[in-house]
């Protein structure tokens, strides 16, 4: 069974701070995604990596994809109390429709 | 509508009682998944629809748990004698296509068992 290790399971950072979250696996991925799920809310999907080595930016969050695809890391720069929220890592397999999610990396930032 | 919609949102019942949960996925989506989100946890797969039919239940828990969707649109998570063990968010999520590149989630219902 492949799983996923996110850590740290907890992160608690005052605004301004940047902070790097981790997603790790012994297996390796066809395809991962990073979502953000808040308190009482879906997980929404943030990126998809599909190459190794690959490097995605949305706005001030840097995702990026290990070259032997079997762990990526998700950077915030200058974190805001708005990026607060579960930060859940999910593969799936070469053609497959179901994801295995980590546990996730809880953040909260601090005013 | 413009995203998936789950109901209700919160479901409270007792132990033994049986259960339905109800998702409208996004208009034209094809594939429509439901995941089971423990406190603590990532969600877990329980199956996989692709049009009407389960593509793959493998996940469902045990078989008290089943779940239709008729006319390939809404679907609904039909859980029987509920146990306190089954209280979790219920999580439906759809896509385009049956990749898995990218779900768009529901809010979840969550139920909670007495």
């Known amino acids: 069974t492949q799983l996923l290790e996110q850590s740290p399971q907890f992160l608690s950072i005052q605004e301004g701070e940047n902070l790097t979250v981790y997603c790790n696996s012994s297996s390796v991925f066809s395809s991962l995604q990073w979502y953000r799920q808040e308190p009482g809310e879906g997980p929404v999907l943030l990126v998809t990596v599909v190459t190794g080595g690959e490097v995605k930016k949305l706005k001030r969050l840097t995702f990026q994809f290990g070259d032997a695809r079997k762990d990526s890391s998700l950077h915030i720069t200058a974190a805001q109390p708005g990026d607060t929220g579960l930060y859940l890592c999910a593969f799936s397999g070469a053609g497959s429709y179901q994801l295995t999610f980590g546990k996730g990396t809880k953040l909260s930032v601090i005013p | 509508g413009a995203g998936v919609s789950q109901t209700p949102s919160n479901k409270v019942t007792e132990k033994g009682k049986y259960v339905e949960l109800r998702c409208d996925p996004i208009?034209?989506?094809?594939?429509l998944y439901w995941y089971r989100q423990s406190l603590g946890q990532g969600p877990e797969f329980l199956i996989y629809?692709?049009?009407?039919?389960?593509?793959?239940d493998s996940g469902l828990p045990n078989d008290r748990f089943f779940a239709v969707r008729p006319e390939g649109s809404v679907s609904t998570l039909k859980i029987q004698r509920t146990e306190r063990g089954d209280s979790a968010v219920y999580l439906c999520?759809?896509?385009?296509?049956?990749?898995?590149?990218?779900?768009?989630f529901g809010s979840g219902t969550r139920l909670t068992v007495v």
């Open positions: 999520a759809s896509s385009l296509t049956e990749a898995g590149h990218g779900y768009t």
């Open positions: 629809f692709q049009g009407t039919g389960a593509a793959d």
């Open positions: 208009s034209g989506h094809t594939a």
